[in-house]
């Protein structure tokens, strides 16, 4: 037997967690949503794949620094985010170019907004129009595009290189330096050395 099960009624209450970092090395997978970086005009950067985003975004300050080209959004929205008295006035869009690895290129209309989570939320409409099929153990996304099947894997992302709200610079150790070069096609490096009190 059958039975429709329908979802609960009354006012909502939203806690959602963008981007939580674990120590333990057995259950990263477990604890984050699925992160990864793209190319985009030559430039990497950071992707969030969200079921839970009704909307594709794309970072205002991605949009500043690409220099892409934005057009007026034809049915702009207030978008709310942690607190109902701070609206955000989504009124532009971008058509947004990039690749992740070497087979997978795409175009996504995105709505423009200031965010810092990323520079790039694939959300509903990318996963719907791509046909994704989600793979919670693994949290992998896999789909087929231009008769190819691609599988995109998470990247496991470093809360020690993400500099803090205000900071103009990260030190770094020479292993994780190493590891993000393995992440960039050409970058620049300080590298400061201690004066033996001379």
């Known amino acids: 037997m059958e039975e429709a099960v329908h979802a609960d009624e009354g006012e909502l209450l939203v806690c959602r967690s963008l981007n939580v970092q674990r120590t333990q090395e057995d259950n990263w997978l477990r604890h ?14 950071d992707v969030i794949i969200d079921g839970g985003s009704f909307e594709n975004v794309i970072s205002s300050d991605m949009v500043e620094k690409l220099q892409l080209k934005t057009e007026d959004h034809p049915h702009p929205y207030g978008l709310t985010w942690l607190e109902k008295k701070k609206e955000i006035k989504v009124s532009k869009r971008c058509l947004v170019q990039f690749s992740i690895g070497g087979k997978y290129k795409d175009e996504v209309m995105c709505d423009v907004v200031p965010m810092d989570a990323c520079h790039l939320l694939l959300g509903r409409p990318w996963q ?8 919670g153990y693994k949290n992998t996304y896999s789909f087929v595009k231009d008769d190819v099947k691609i599988v995109l894997v998470p990247t496991r992302l470093d809360a020690s290189l993400k500099p803090s709200k205000g900071m103009k610079n990260t030190l770094l150790s020479k292993s994780e330096i190493l590891r993000e070069l393995q992440h960039i096609k050409q970058g620049y490096i300080l590298v400061m050395l201690e004066a033996n009190g001379e």
């Open 32 to 45: 984050n949503i699925f992160h990864t970086r793209c190319t985009c005009r030559g430039k990497v950067c």
């Open 128 to 135: 719907y129009d791509r046909k994704t099929l989600h793979d």
